[in-house]
Each structure stands twice: as structure tokens, then as C-alpha cells.
């Protein structure tokens, strides 16, 4: 199941992703041509430019969750010991997972919302419904990636992450690392089922 997840969020962040990224890439050398060695730049440069950066976003959420890039912050690990850790990884990851499936939502909702106001850039006329439901697709997606990592940590104790693509063109690492949030679950199931009692000494 993690595979299929995988597989999906890969070719969203790195085929739509990419081909958005490179699309951004020439409005932004034809506007700065323009502007700078024609005196004539790009209309709509600005709109443009915005639309795409916030698609790109939105093909990149869920993969940026399943290499490990957001944020994470660790303070209990010490404090309470792994089997602690282990449980709170599941209810963080549900809680995530709940959070931004009302979230993906909320901004389906808002598409909609934009669309009978008529909404749009300033210049272009870029209707915002698109960019929200696009927006709410990689939350959704996200999401469906927490409840998978969420589903995988309470049945194995680990989650291996999925290494980046940009690592592995580099050199840098395999096509699935063991990544140090899968090494830790999976340290803190085997000590805490090995010593109950002395789950607090671990480190």
C-alpha cells in the first residue's frame, strides 16, 4: 500500500511538478529579456508567476512528506522514552492526517466559492478555481499519505521514507532509505518489547 502512495505522489511532485517548474523557468527568462534587453516585459509576468509557483506547491506536498522535508520536532523522545514515541507518531499522523483532509475541503469549498464570485488575477483574469481544487488536490494527497504512514507505523513500528530524486541522480542515496524517523520506530519497538521496564534509559 505504501508503494502505491509512493508510486502516485512520485509522479505528481516529479512529472507535473517538473513540467510546471520548467514552465515558471521560461515566463520568468522571457519577462526578465524583456524587460531588461527589450524595454518590453512580459504582461501578466506577475500573474503568471504566482499561478504557477502555487500549483508547484501543491504537486510537491505530498512528496515533500514522504522524503522527509517539512519540519518535525522531537522533545518527548528523552522525557518519556520510545514506546511513547512510538504512540504519539501514530496520533500525530492521524491528527495530521484528519487536519489536512478537512483542510483539502475547506479548499474545495472555496473553488467553488470563487467561481460564483468570479474571482481572478489582476491582470490575466486567471479564474481562482482551478488553483484552489488544484490546491486541495495535494492536500488530499498528503493526507492520504499521513493516514498510510500512520496505517504502516501501527501495524510494522516504522515508516521508511521515500528517498528524493534529486539525492539519487546525485549519488547520494538508494531508492528507499532507511531514513532516521524509520531506524528510531523501529529502535523504539524492539526496546521497548525487549525491557518495559527501562524504557526511559534509551537515548
Known amino acids: ?16 511538478g517538473g513540467v510546471l517548474l520548467f514552465v515558471l523557468m521560461g515566463i520568468i527568462v522571457v519577462d526578465v529579456t524583456g524587460r531588461y534587453v527589450f524595454n518590453s516585459p512580459l504582461y501578466g509576468s506577475l500573474d503568471l508567476s504566482i499561478t504557477f509557483l ?4 501543491a504537486s510537491s506536498i505530498a512528496y515533500g512528506g514522504r522524503t522527509g522535508a517539512h519540519v518535525t520536532a522531537d522533545i518527548f523522545k528523552t522525557l518519556f522514552g520510545p514506546r511513547f514515541e512510538w504512540i504519539s507518531g501514530i496520533f500525530v499522523k492521524l491528527f495530521a492526517a484528519i487536519v489536512t483532509a ?6 474545495i469549498v472555496t473553488g467553488r466559492t470563487a467561481a460564483r464570485l468570479g474571482e481572478s488575477t489582476l491582470l490575466l483574469n486567471i479564474p481562482f478555481e482551478p488553483i484552489y481544487f488544484a490546491l486541495g488536490v495535494g492536500v488530499g494527497l498528503y493526507s492520504l499519505v499521513l493516514f498510510t504512514e500512520a496505517f504502516v507505523l501501527a501495524r510494522t513500528g516504522e515508516v521508511p521514507l521515500l528517498s528524493d530524486e534529486s539525492r539519487i541522480v546525485m549519488g547520494q542515496s ?25 524504557s526511559c534509559c534509551s537515548s
Open 102 to 107: 478537512l483542510w483539502c475541503w475547506r479548499l
Open 54 to 57: 502555487v500549483l508547484i506547491v
Open 174 to 198: 538508494a531508492e528507499y532509505s532507511r531514513a532516521p524517523e524509520s531506524r528510531k520506530y523501529a529502535t523504539a519497538r524492539s526496546r521497548s518489547s525487549a525491557s518495559p521496564g527501562c
Open 1 to 16: 500500500m505504501l508503494a502505491i502512495v509512493d508510486r502516485l505522489t512520485r509522479a505528481v511532485a516529479l512529472y507535473c
